[in-house]
């Protein structure tokens, strides 16, 4: 069976519920992510090597977890996590439940995106501020976030887009939103025209994401 727009416009609500619990999954761990995933950037920064808060056993110790964490694939994460889902969540379905996963492979992905970004500043802003007696505190929300801020923006937007392929992924599992359906409707009713719409709402949400990134890195990126 090809694309059937009629039987597309009857799947109406069908869609529009499993596009909003895809917003809802990716709202709820990016904002996660943004609490836990920019502190922890931040320390994996300045504890390295030669900078203001040096100190080899955070370093190690917070850098070992973020890599572990990142090397599960994600549909590995989904299943170990369940007994924390079903604490956090009260349930291992659906879209709240599906949100913690999301949230714990979201966080060490963001921290080494803010990491990353915070190096390309310029080693000498740093060295000068700490010249002039510049606290670890004001050096962090004078000089390295606002450096920074462009690039962040950017990796927000990446960790977005990340986040719309893991809920899709989540779907697998009995999380919600697009996934979900694609699953039931598309996989399991062998139906095209769903597999089809899936697809395309994932394409145009990413591209919007991705344009949306790309105009607000630029426009409060000064340098």
Do not use: C
Request: aromatic share 8%; proline share 4%; net charge neutral.
């Amino acid at each position: 069976m090809g694309f059937d727009f009629a039987h597309m416009m009857t799947l109406g609500p069908e869609i529009l519920l499993a596009f909003g619990q895809t917003l809802y999954m990716i709202a709820i761990s990016l904002t996660v992510a943004i609490f836990i995933g920019l502190p922890l950037g931040i320390l994996l920064f300045v504890t390295d090597k030669g900078l203001f808060l040096e100190n080899r056993i955070i370093k190690s110790t917070f850098g070992f977890v973020v890599n572990m964490v990142r090397s599960i694939p994600f549909i590995i994460l989904l299943v170990a996590l369940i007994p924390l889902t079903k604490i956090l969540a009260g349930s291992t379905i659906g879209p709240a439940a599906a949100s913690v996963s999301l949230s714990v492979a979201a966080i060490p992905f963001f921290a080494r995106i803010v990491e990353t970004s915070l190096r390309e500043i310029d080693k000498g802003v740093i060295e000068a501020a700490v010249a002039v007696g510049a606290t670890p505190w004001m050096i962090i929300i004078d000089v390295l976030l606002p450096e920074a801020k462009a690039s962040i923006v950017q990796g927000v937007t990446l960790t977005i887009i990340s986040l719309v392929a893991y809920s899709a992924m989540a779907g697998v599992v009995g999380g919600g939103g697009i996934g979900d359906l694609a699953i039931r409707f598309g996989y399991y009713r062998y139906d095209n025209t769903i597999m089809i719409v899936t697809v395309v709402i994932l394409i145009v949400l990413v591209q919007l994401i991705q344009q949306l990134g790309d105009w607000t890195s630029k426009a409060i990126d000064k340098r």
